[in-house]
């Protein structure tokens, strides 16, 4: 990844300032490569495929890798099934496999054969990026199911969704926020404006499920939260937070409290210590859960106002497109 960042600088003359930007100059980079320094000079393709229909086809081949939920690792036979599925989301664009499969592992070098019948991608991330570009160059109704869709199986769409969000803003911003992100600054508001304690203890568990730090005696060694489907990028900030202020209220705690907390917490496994979210909170009493779940509902504040903005600003621009009516 390191070489192909170098070959991305060479190209641009300064480093992408997102890895978004940097997935979208790497295509081209590792396409050019080899021409670079022989003006009108261009290397044929094995795939026959100029380099947009490539990319376009490598796209939705990623795509159906995912969707097909064959990882980073795919068998001969797996490519074959990918590659023929993706023939079917790319008007205009036939190849024979051999050829693509040539240029993507030997002259891009985004995939790998590891000499076991196996070919892999170079690093996952490219994996996730073009199945993202496929859906940005998908159209409205695709993309819109697909927003749908990938709501319900986060822990395939995670990373690409966080793709889609920088390079598919206006329509992550209509089909996918308004979905989830309302709902979520209504409940941790209305939480907050009570100023309840129980009403805090029963949304954070219902965030954090199986939250507990784990103990060493009066030393926080480590910490595990219940992962829930789907989960959203508020939910991570959430956890991190609360595990920060766990961690310093532990530390800054006595004795006393912390092995009162370990007592009325159930270890989660045989022979180990630990505090969970109710014991936490009645004996160890940390500071700043309040403000946490402000910064959460904040930071959930700016991602509806600034997706509104995105939104207005194309419809803007759609309304200055259209003949003014007499």
């Given at each position: 990844?390191?070489?192909?960042?170098?070959?991305?600088?060479?190209?641009?003359?300064?480093?992408?300032?997102?890895?978004?930007?940097?997935f979208n100059s790497l295509f081209q980079a590792v396409f050019s490569r080899h021409d670079r320094f022989k003006p009108g000079f261009q290397r044929e393709r094995h795939s026959g495929l100029g380099e947009s229909k490539l990319q376009r086809?490598?796209?939705?081949?990623?795509?159906?890798?995912?969707?097909?939920?064959?990882?980073?690792?795919?068998?001969?036979?797996?490519?074959?099934?990918?590659?023929?599925?993706?023939?079917?989301?790319?008007?205009?664009?036939?190849?024979?496999?051999?050829?693509?499969?040539?240029?993507?592992?030997?002259?891009?070098?985004?995939?790998?054969?590891?000499g076991f019948?196996?070919?892999?991608?170079?690093?996952?991330?490219?994996?996730?990026?073009?199945?993202?570009?496929?859906?940005?160059?998908?159209?409205?109704e695709i993309a819109e199911e697909f927003y749908l869709l990938a709501s319900e199986d986060l822990q395939c769409w995670e990373e690409v969704l966080g793709f889609l969000r920088?390079?598919?803003?206006?329509?992550?911003?209509?089909?996918?926020?308004p979905k989830h992100y309302p709902a979520e600054l209504e409940q941790i508001s209305s939480v907050l404006k009570l100023r309840d304690p129980s009403g805090f203890f029963q949304y954070l568990n219902q965030k954090l499920p199986g939250f507990q730090m784990r103990m060493s005696g009066t030393q926080a060694i480590g910490f595990h939260v219940t992962t829930i489907v789907p989960m959203f990028g508020f939910h991570f900030l959430l956890t991190d937070l609360i595990e920060e202020n766990a961690r310093a209220a532990?530390?800054?705690?006595?004795?006393?409290?912390?092995?009162?907390?370990?007592?009325?917490?159930?270890?989660?496994?045989?022979?180990?210590?630990g505090i969970n979210l109710k014991s936490l909170l009645s004996n160890i009493k940390p500071e700043g859960i309040l403000h946490s779940m402000e910064i959460v509902a904040q930071a959930i504040q700016e991602e509806l106002s600034k997706f509104d903005s995105v939104i207005g600003s194309e419809r803007k621009k759609l309304k200055m497109l259209r003949p003014l009516k007499s």
């Amino acid at each position: 990844m390191l070489t192909l960042l170098c070959l991305v600088y060479e190209m641009e003359s300064h480093i992408p300032s997102s890895l978004p930007d940097f997935f979208n100059s790497l295509f081209q980079a590792v396409f050019s490569r080899h021409d670079r320094f022989k003006p009108g000079f261009q290397r044929e393709r094995h795939s026959g495929l100029g380099e947009s229909k490539l990319q376009r086809l490598f796209d939705a081949f990623c795509f159906m890798a995912m969707q097909l939920d064959f990882g980073g690792t795919m068998t001969e036979d797996q490519l074959r099934h990918v590659f023929y599925e993706s023939l079917n989301y790319v008007d205009g664009i036939s190849c024979d496999i051999e050829g693509f499969k040539k240029d993507i592992t030997r002259v891009a070098c985004l995939m790998l054969e590891d000499g076991f019948a196996q070919i892999s991608f170079l690093h996952k991330s490219i994996l996730e990026y073009h199945a993202a570009s496929f859906v940005r160059t998908s159209s409205d109704e695709i993309a819109e199911e697909f927003y749908l869709l990938a709501s319900e199986d986060l822990q395939c769409w995670e990373e690409v969704l966080g793709f889609l969000r920088y390079i598919d803003e206006f329509r992550y911003g209509k089909y996918y926020v308004p979905k989830h992100y309302p709902a979520e600054l209504e409940q941790i508001s209305s939480v907050l404006k009570l100023r309840d304690p129980s009403g805090f203890f029963q949304y954070l568990n219902q965030k954090l499920p199986g939250f507990q730090m784990r103990m060493s005696g009066t030393q926080a060694i480590g910490f595990h939260v219940t992962t829930i489907v789907p989960m959203f990028g508020f939910h991570f900030l959430l956890t991190d937070l609360i595990e920060e202020n766990a961690r310093a209220a532990i530390k800054d705690a006595d004795g006393q409290a912390i092995y009162a907390a370990i007592r009325a917490t159930k270890a989660s496994q045989p022979g180990t210590l630990g505090i969970n979210l109710k014991s936490l909170l009645s004996n160890i009493k940390p500071e700043g859960i309040l403000h946490s779940m402000e910064i959460v509902a904040q930071a959930i504040q700016e991602e509806l106002s600034k997706f509104d903005s995105v939104i207005g600003s194309e419809r803007k621009k759609l309304k200055m497109l259209r003949p003014l009516k007499s």
